[in-house]
């Protein structure tokens, strides 16, 4: 969703890292990427030792009827993330850290160290955020949003509140002083909240 959304935006090249799995899944999403324009998938490590995680809701169609969503089906690592894999990560960073404006981090998997962001891919993104403060690096978690530092933050309010205890303007400004950079924290039909450590 991402990437479909940075490519629909008119970025001019989409570098992707992340760790797939040598599976079926795997084979569909390289194949999807190589259908997209600006996007450089060369940093996209493949590993016979996890699976691609992947999320699908079944749908249920009958004739003249409205589709009927199922359960969630979920393929997901439940142990951590092998060594090599995470080292070929942040050895990717530091590959395009010099050639890419921004960086867009996104931190789906519920099972803590089972996906790409382990903790010492967060500690390597903290190291060079702060090598280089003046590039931005914006971070989505779904469950770990209060672990960055020196990163700009993008929870959503429950994500806020378990980082801090709350959602309000005091707690994304609390967020934001503990990650020492702007958190913005979206709200739904309410907007965005906008914090800084200052």
């Known amino acids: 969703t991402v990437v479909n959304n940075l490519a629909a935006l008119g970025v001019g090249r989409i570098c992707l890292i992340s ?56 393929i997901k690592n439940r142990t951590p993330t092998p060594g090599p894999a995470e080292r070929q990560v942040v050895q990717a960073l530091d ?10 981090v996104s931190d789906q998997v519920t099972e803590s160290d089972c996906g790409v962001v382990t903790a ?11 090598a280089a403060p003046h590039k931005l690096i914006l971070v989505d978690s779904r469950e770990r949003i209060g672990l960055f530092r020196s990163v700009c933050l993008k929870p959503n309010q429950a994500e806020c509140a378990r980082a801090v205890g709350g959602s309000g303007p005091g707690e994304v400004a609390a967020l934001s002083r503990r990650a020492g950079r702007p958190v913005f924290c979206t709200q739904g039909g309410q907007g965005t909240l906008l914090a800084s450590p200052d």
């Open 19 to 74: 760790v797939i799995g040598d599976d079926g899944e795997g084979y569909e999403l390289r194949k999807a990427l190589a259908g997209m324009p600006s996007i450089d998938a060369s940093r996209v490590i493949q590993s016979d030792s996890i699976r691609t995680p992947t999320y699908t809701k079944p749908l249920l169609c009958r004739p003249g009827e409205s589709p009927l969503e199922l359960n969630r089906l979920d």
């Open 95 to 104: 590959q395009v850290w010099a050639e890419v404006d921004a960086l867009v």
């Open 120 to 130: 010492r891919v967060r500690e390597h993104l903290a190291r060079l955020s702060e």
